[in-house]
């Protein structure tokens, strides 16, 4: 994995803009800490960071290719997992490699398709290609949105980069913010909107988009959608189908020339993972596999059930670290340092984010990158097969509006009077626009149409702020995290089964569980789902409610916006919060420490509300 960016001004020759191109080349240097190169070519430059996992001498970027006289130019992030199939396809097209790196693949695979290229790849990548004969940019984004693609479009000129901070380095991108953009945030966040880049003027490629700059426009194109199909499948066919998707997945995402591992959290989705991967590494040869989980200084002492969280996580961790037969490091984190670790989280993501849920991560990614380059995780399962309890409760499931956000309540009451006064309809037309994009069949009964809406909101909304969590803590320590689940013939496969197949045996994700019994331990296939881990130690909340409180002394950008009153009633009696800000986990505490996130990312990006 790596960074990208790139600026195109035809008013401008970018030679003479070496040192903010440099500016924005460190910007992202956290995605690319191997290498780094910039190609300049009259008004164009293209950026790069490398992170090396495969091919270490012959997938140095930019990348260049001349081909009938036209010179091409790639800087690519991310990895392909049908390499080796594209590449024999050039190679019968008249095609020669120099290496066996997927970046050059990509290239040669656009010299001979164009812009059809993106409908040849299968993996996770965000890329940039300059063509030197019509000097136009083709911009690309993968299939499920696992890569990050932001730019910022001028009058003369196109900025584009995996993160906004590098926009924000070019000194063209002001750190500004409009109703929009604070709808965002206090209405939406920490999900965004399809598209937006939250900073005013500043956009991002949607998951199977594609662009093409050329002639002082730019131009989207949609290359990828999920579409309604009819369910040919039997039982018996949809399980052994699911299991070969998913296994097929897992193995094409095995292959690295750096050492790679997989985070297990003892549930259903990396259990899989992990030991449908111990399992090729066992008859291939390679050895036991390493697996990382993460826990919270003192939890056990604290943990309490809830609907959401039935059970901890460290007995099956154990049950399956024994029978994978894997070498296993519990890392646990101090509750100090998960707050102290919110402000890199903002850093990481340049926006205020999902909270000790990201922070987490990051302090978690921050140790496995001591030994590991390359790590394997279970995201998305929950989105694609019906993972979470409100796809199973009926009356959450028909409620019209985002299941995760039911209610703005908390949110309105944290901000002044007057602030903010559409907010509400802000969301509920986010909500609206979402569920009108959700292609249906006529024959679809009514529970089958409202679950194809539920994909579509848990797929665009829900999944993409956990994947780009994903994506930002781990790049910030440069370590690659892959994401099996979202294999895009996963992801069909999922969208158009029927509702009393993906959850059989009245089970959340009971179709995978079906195609993994024979393969899991009973007492993990059959487990109820657990999400991902938080700390129940006090200590979390009384740190983060002394913060507050000196963030509410300040007369700044932020406490002109919030009501500082009923900000101390959520400190002095945080057990009144009993609905989520966002998602199944975000109450006070988090609700505090979303309070510091946006406290740090004011003053830290000098953010002006205009």
Known sequence: MCGIAGWIDRNTDMSQKTYVLNNMSQALDRRGPDENGIYINRNTALIHRRLIVIDKENGKQPMAVNHNNTTYVIVYNGELYNTDALREQL?????????????????KAFIKYGAKCCEKLNGIFAFAIFNSSDRSIFLCRDRIGVKPLFYYEYNGGLLFASEIKALLASGVV???????????????????????????????????????????????KKY??????EHEDNEKKTIEKTRYLLTDAIQKQLVS???LCFFLSGGLDSSIIVKTASMYCKEHKLGKINTYSVEYRDNEKYFKKSLFQPNADFEYISMMSKDADTRHREIILDNTLLVDALYESVAARDLPGYVDVDSSLLLFCKEIK????????????????GGYPWYHNKDILFEDCFPWSRT?????????????????????????DTINL???????????????????????????????????????????????????????????????????????????????????????????KSPYPKTHNPIYFNECAKRVRLILKKKNVLTELLDKNAIKSIIDNPDKITTPWYGQLMKAPQILAYIIELDYWFEKYNVEIV
């Open 370 to 385: 001591k030994d590991y380059t390359v790590a394997l995780s279970g995201e998305c399962a929950d989105e694609l097969f």
């Open 408 to 432: 703005q309540d908390v949110r309105r009451m944290i901000l002044k009077n007057g602030v903010l006064k559409n907010g509400e309809e802000y969301v509920r037309q986010r909500y609206l």
């Open 174 to 220: 002001k750190p500004q913010i409009d109703e929009h953009g604070l709808n965002e945030i206090f209405f939406l966040g920490p999900a965004r909107t399809p598209s937006c880049g939250v900073f005013k003027g500043v956009f991002e490629l949607n998951p199977g988009e594609c662009a093409v700059y050329k002639n002082g426009r730019l131009t989207r």
């Open 224 to 229: 990828y959608t999920v579409d309604a199909h």
């Open 438 to 528: 959700a292609p249906k069949l006529s024959t679809d009964s009514k529970t089958d149409k409202r679950m194809r809406e539920m994909f579509y909101l848990n797929f665009y909304w829900f999944m993409q702020c956990l994947l780009e969590r994903k994506d930002r803590c781990s790049m910030y320590s440069g370590l690659e995290v892959r994401v099996p689940f979202c294999d895009y013939r996963l992801v069909e496969y999922a969208y158009n089964m029927p509702w009393k197949l993906k959850a059989w045996g009245n089970r959340e994700k009971g179709i995978v569980r079906k195609a993994f019994e024979d393969v899991l331990p009973n007492e993990i296939c059959w487990r109820k």
């Open 91 to 107: 190679k019968a097209s008249g095609f020669h490699f120099r290496g066996h790196s997927d970046t050059e693949v990509v290239l």
């Open 257 to 259: 020339d750096m050492p």
